[in-house]
């Protein structure tokens, strides 16, 4: 049943669940600014999360990187924006001076950027995509405690140019464990156990992260946010085994649990869309995803046709009314607002790409008005109680 999914506490994060998007194109393009806080505001989205670039040996930003801060803040303005700074897999830094210049770089931003108190250290650390290497030569994992010390650098250096900054940390839903493959990834589960042995084996008496920023993606758009999982795979239906995940791993240290004080933040969701008949010309390649879904499809579903989750508009309502009754669960981004044209990429944005919006968007601002209302039923969510 879906209510055990959603964790025995009665209180809900609801009455102050962040509603965002995770988008980039609004840091290159200068006229694009009020078209996409309009939508914004019609939607309900109060927050934007975009990534910035960090190269090795840079300790403050300049450049392209100056203009894409700045157009950023000039979209966001009025919402909450939060940036999450990473770079390649093979820069990830391994060494105390790449990490001292990395956490120099994102204090320069905050500096840059005085409204801005949430940020992403790096993106997905357990994925082999965006860092590398991922095991050591004995098999245990390498990323996690070379994250750990990341993480307690940063931590310091940006709580002491602002006490109140929110740290956040960063995991991807899935991952091989094996160090053998050609791609080699960790789990979760098995990356945030790490993780915390390798903050108690430093003997810190302070935090690390101040909220755990995790991507949720489903296995396929097809497969309902509410789905558990086996194994160290953790989708939005596990929930459950994240909280208990932290409060074992770094339960009784100076490091927050839920429940004492720690939020999860879910990063990035998505829910990828076929190209509607006509719109082909805005889009470019070929669809890479067999699952990808139609907008929506009719309304007044029932309970068995909320079970097959076929539509984008059914997926994303269901995905934000979750995340809404799960008690430590502060934030829900859906990547992304508008869709890449590249179909090799994503198509799990409110708009096409061409700007304009998908029949699921007035789904998507209708969850989220209930979600301000307070009028969400966990205890029969989705008819499924």
Known sequence: MLVAALAAPAAHAGDGLVVGVSEDMMKWSPTRPAVVRGHMARLGIGAVRVTLRWSPGETSPRGSTMVALRRAQDTARGRRLVLAVYSKARKAPQ?????QEYCSYVASLLALAPRVNDVVIWNEPNS??????????????????????????CWD????????????????????????????????????????????????????????????????????PWVRHQGGTIGEGDYGKLVSLLRTGFGGTAQPVPGTGLTIWYMEDGFQTRVAPGLSRDYAGRESDQWALDPITHEGRTAAARRRADDQATQLADALRLAYC???????????????RGLGGWQSGLLWANWQPKPSYRAFAHAVADIRRGWVDCAGFGGLG
């Open 95 to 99: 060494i105390a001076r790449r990490r």
């Open 326 to 340: 799960q008690p430590y669960v502060g934030a829900f981004f859906n990547f992304l607002l508008a869709d890449e």
């Open 128 to 153: 082999n995509r965006f860092w590398q290497p991922q095991f050591a030569s004995d098999g245990s994992s390498a990323s996690a405690p070379a994250y750990e010390l990341l993480l307690a650098e």
């Open 157 to 224: 250096v940006l709580h002491a140019v602002r006490p109140g900054v929110n740290v956040i940390a960063a995991s991807a839903p899935r991952g091989n464990d094996d160090p053998a493959a050609d791609h080699p990834s960790q789990s979760p589960v098995a990356f945030y156990t790490a993780l915390a042995a390798a903050y108690r084996a430093s003997g810190r008496d302070r935090p690390i992260f101040d909220t755990v920023g995790h991507n949720p993606y489903p296995n396929t758009s097809a497969e309902p």
